[in-house]
């Protein structure tokens, strides 16, 4: 794994001149290493090479949402390496916070939610061909239920002798109650952005504006339900109820339980993660917020 300063060499390696005076860690994910540089400058470094390879269709689409969506994406500057690999991205840094339930002022929320809602309903009207000129991969809804089939099968191998009997037996029966319901795939498959977890969306706090939408890696061409499930957990059933009160795309009648099972199986990937890290931290997180979910049924 890169340190931070490793980082900061390989800047001055690939992008001599750009003179880095002062740099920080921000927003440490799974996937990327992030620096703040000069106070003005986001710059990414993937931490494997199937991140490399996201980074690169993340390169690829985000010029083409910058027009259409009524909110800040980034605009990569800096870009190494070749069209479909790319390891590092800087871009300038988007004013504004991560959302977080806790310190934002309620009187604010509405007007928030009100803009979240609007630009989704931008992103999932994007044209789903243009997406795919971009690279985004995806395709119908039985290309998307084969994929979370084939999760499922991998979560049964890796996580489920983890698990004391009744946990098993009750995990199996949310997925295949999900994967046997012939509606939970009747959806119109729409570009989403598929991690929109509120450290994603950022706003200013002292007004409640919404100023952008970071980290496109995991886009995709799939549920629009699964961009709802991330503000559902992070903040609130109520919240993402304001934005969906905006949202200008049809809804089936199962959305919210959709919205329900996409956000009880983050911990899954948490899991998943741990183990291809050997990280033992974020097995023991992710087993203790998937018994929450299977007590909470």
Same mark, same amino acid.
Request: proline share 6%.
């Given at each position: 794994?890169?340190?931070?300063?490793?980082?900061?060499?390989?800047?001055?390696?690939?992008?001599?001149?750009?003179?880095?005076?002062?740099?920080?860690?921000?927003?440490?994910?799974?996937?990327?290493?992030?620096?703040?540089?000069?106070?003005?400058?986001?710059?990414?470094?993937?931490?494997?090479?199937?991140?490399?390879?996201?980074?690169?269709?993340?390169?690829?689409?985000?010029?083409?949402?910058?027009?259409?969506?009524?909110?800040?994406?980034?605009?990569?500057?800096?870009?190494?390496?070749?069209?479909?690999?790319?390891?590092?991205? @800087?871009?300038? #840094? =988007?004013?504004?916070? $991560?959302?977080?339930?806790?310190?934002? *002022?309620?009187?604010?929320?509405?007007? %928030? /939610?009100?803009?979240?809602?609007?630009?989704?309903?931008?992103?999932?009207?994007?044209?789903?061909?243009?997406?795919?000129?971009?690279?985004?991969?995806?395709?119908?809804?039985?290309?998307?239920?084969?994929?979370?089939?084939?999760?499922?099968?991998?979560?049964?191998?890796?996580?489920?002798?983890?698990?004391?009997?009744?946990?098993?037996?009750?995990?199996?029966?949310?997925?295949?109650?999900?994967?046997?319901?012939?509606?939970?795939?009747?959806?119109?498959?729409?570009?989403?952005?598929?991690?929109?977890?509120?450290?994603?969306?950022?706003?200013?706090?002292?007004?409640?504006?919404?100023?952008?939408?970071?980290?496109?890696?995991?886009?995709?061409? @799939?549920?629009? #339900? =699964?961009?709802?499930? $991330?503000?559902?957990?992070?903040?609130? *059933?109520?919240?993402?109820?304001?934005? %969906? /009160?905006?949202?200008?795309?049809?809804?089936?009648?199962?959305?919210?339980?959709?919205?329900?099972?996409?956000?009880?199986?983050?911990?899954?990937?948490?899991?998943?993660?741990?183990?291809?890290?050997?990280?033992?931290?974020?097995?023991?997180?992710?087993?203790?917020?998937?018994?929450?979910?299977?007590?909470?049924?």
């Amino acid at each position: 794994m890169l340190s931070d300063e490793e980082c900061v060499r390989e800047l001055a390696e690939r992008f001599p001149e750009l003179a880095v005076r002062q740099w920080r860690p921000v927003q440490q994910g799974w996937d990327s290493v992030t620096l703040l540089v000069n106070d003005e400058w986001i710059f990414r470094f993937a931490r494997r090479p199937d991140v490399a390879v996201r980074l690169a269709r993340e390169a690829r689409l985000l010029p083409a949402l910058a027009e259409p969506l009524p909110i800040g994406v980034p605009r990569f500057e800096y870009v190494s390496e070749a069209e479909e690999v790319v390891w590092l991205v @800087g871009y300038g #840094a =988007i004013s504004g916070q $991560g959302l977080d339930v806790a310190s934002l *002022r309620r009187d604010l929320m509405p007007a %928030l /939610a009100h803009e979240l809602g609007a630009a989704l309903t931008a992103l999932h009207s994007f044209p789903v061909e243009r997406a795919r000129e971009r690279g985004v991969l995806g395709g119908d809804a039985a290309d998307w239920r084969d994929e979370y089939a084939a999760f499922y099968a991998e979560i049964q191998q890796h996580i489920f002798p983890l698990f004391e009997p009744e946990e098993r037996e009750q995990a199996a029966a949310k997925w295949d109650e999900y994967l046997g319901n012939a509606m939970n795939f009747a959806f119109t498959p729409a570009l989403i952005h598929r991690d929109l977890g509120p450290e994603h969306i950022l706003c200013d706090p002292e007004t409640g504006r919404l100023t952008g939408i970071i980290d496109w890696g995991d886009a995709w061409i @799939g549920d629009p #339900a =699964i961009d709802f499930a $991330g503000i559902w957990h992070g903040m609130g *059933r109520a919240f993402a109820e304001q934005t %969906l /009160a905006t949202y200008r795309r049809p809804v089936e009648a199962n959305f919210w339980q959709r919205v329900a099972f996409y956000a009880a199986i983050g911990p899954y990937y948490e899991i998943r993660f741990g183990q291809y890290e050997g990280d033992t931290g974020h097995i023991a997180h992710g087993l203790e917020e998937l018994r929450k979910t299977l007590r909470a049924r």
